[in-house]
C-alpha cells in the first residue's frame, strides 16, 4: 500500500496524522537521527508465518520479536520468520521492510507488543523508506484492532528478528 493509499484510509475514516518526509533511511537508528524521534517511539513490522499464513508482529523499531513467544501467544503450532520473497507480492506498492501495520488491509493477523499500547502515539513506516507516519495509538487501535501480547525478545541470543 503506498503512501498515498495510506493517507487515503486515514482520511476516510477521519483520522487526524502527521506524514513525515525524510531523506531514504533503513534502519531504525538512521530513521530517528533524520526525524528527530527517539528510536524507541518508532515501530517495526515484521512479517511472520504462523501456521503457514501471513501475519505481522508489530514491535517497538528498537527491539526483537521472540519467535517463542509469539507463537505460545499466538496459539500457532508452527511459526517462522517469512522470507522476502514469501511476503514481497502482498504489499503492491510498498517498498520491502517499509510496510505499515495494518493487517487489516492486508487480510492479516496483527499483533502488536504490549510495550506500544502505553504510549499516546504510534509512528511507522508508510510504505517507503522515506516517509514515517505518526497518529494516535487510540485510532491505531481503533482501525486495527491488533491482538495485544508481550513478545519482545528479553535476552541477547533469542530467536528474535
Known sequence: M?????????DSHNIKYVAITHSTAYTAQEIAALTHTKGKD????????????????????????DLKLLKECSG??????????EFRSSFPGCETG??????????????????LTHKDEIVF????????????YADYERLVAPEVVRFLA????AHAA
Open 2 to 10: 503506498p503512501v498515498r493509499q495510506v493517507r487515503e484510509f486515514l
Open 42 to 65: 518508532l515501530s517495526k513490522t515484521v512479517i511472520v508465518r504462523l501456521d503457514g499464513k501471513l501475519a505481522m508482529g508489530v514491535v517497538p523499531a528498537s527491539h526483537h520479536i
Open 76 to 85: 500457532a503450532r508452527t511459526i517462522g520468520l517469512a522470507t522476502e520473497a
Open 98 to 115: 517499509a510496510m505499515p501495520p495494518f493487517g487489516n488491509l492486508y487480510d492479516m493477523r496483527v499483533f502488536i507488543d504490549d510495550s
Open 125 to 136: 513506516n508508510a510504505g517507503t523508506h522515506n516517509e514515517l507516519m505518526r497518529l494516535s
Open 154 to 157: 528479553e535476552r541477547a541470543g
